[in-house]
């Protein structure tokens, strides 16, 4: 279901304008709503993750390097991380 959202995404503008103001799950989910597909909030982000999971490592890496999270942004998730 992530790829299809990808897809979508790499070949909308609008729908790539409207991500640039997602700051939660929930609005990346309502990005793929309108993007015509059905899609809840967990599922992608338990998607993206899995995608870094099974890409080898570099590319894990720069997949998560290409987010371009600041430091403070990144303290703020170490801070936050909540485990099972």
Known sequence: MVDAFLEAV??????????RGVTTAAGLA??????????????LV???A???LESDDATA???FDNL???MGELLWAAKTWERP
Do not use: C, P
């Open 50 to 52: 899995q995608l870094l």
């Open 61 to 63: 890496v720069r997949n």
């Open 30 to 43: 309502d990005v793929a709503t309108q993007a015509g597909l059905t899609i809840d909030a967990a599922t």
């Open 10 to 19: 790499r070949a909308n503008e609008l729908l790539q304008q409207q991500l």
């Open 46 to 48: 338990k998607g993206f």
């Open 68 to 70: 371009s999270w600041d």
